[in-house]
């Protein structure tokens, strides 16, 4: 199907839509998208808060899926190494003075249930209590075999985000599920 790159373009400017990733991510493609996003966040002149934030949460963003996702492109490398490379996509716009971060990869049922469950504990802490919970998960062990952080990521999120964490699973078959994580932060810094 062809596109016409005007009319895409113009829809993206029409939605405030700043950046879209859509495809396999791997770690110096996160360096470049950081590289991006800082000089997207300068041009838009935020406050240092905010710019920190929106920063933070999108490069968390693409830490999670470049760690968790269930979808994998293989390839072979330069030397014949087959590589499995993480799936997802990211956009970031804003809208009515407010950036926001968005995320979606697929995810194992175990790990959907464990998302569920700790994103809708961090949405019933206030800043003060987040920060608190960082600290003490920082220093306790990893509650999921699966995980390589223990939600550090998933808390910092939340302490950088201006609201609660909206997310969303739909089915993607009988052993998988599609993530979607919203992230708002208003150009003030976090609330």
């Known amino acids: 199907m062809k596109f016409s790159l005007r009319q895409y373009s113009k829809m993206l ?15 110096s493609g996160v360096d470049g998208m950081a590289e991006m996003l800082t000089k997207r966040l300068e041009f838009d002149d935020l406050p240092l808060s905010a710019s920190q934030s929106v920063f933070s949460i ?19 490398d330069s030397e014949g190494h087959l590589q499995e490379i993480s799936k997802g996509t990211i956009i970031l716009g804003t ?36 920060r608190q919970y960082h600290k003490e998960r920082i220093k306790s062990e990893n509650d999921n075999p699966e995980s390589k952080g223990a939600g550090i990521g998933l808390i910092e999120i939340a302490r950088r985000s201006s609201f609660p964490i909206e ?4 089915a993607y078959n009988d052993e998988l599920q599609y993530f979607s994580m919203y992230i708002t932060i208003t150009q003030g810094g976090k609330e």
């Open 95 to 130: 809208q009515d003075n407010t950036y926001f971060v968005q995320s979606g990869n697929v995810v194992s049922n175990n790990n959907a249930r464990i998302l569920k469950s700790r994103i809708d504990y961090l949405n019933t802490l206030n800043k003060k209590e987040l």
């Open 58 to 76: 999108f490069v968390e963003q693409v830490n999670n899926m470049m760690m968790y996702s269930a979808e994998k492109e293989t390839k072979n």
């Open 167 to 170: 997310y969303e699973f739909e």
């Open 13 to 27: 400017s029409d939605n405030n839509i700043h950046v879209v990733y859509s495809g396999p991510i791997w770690a």
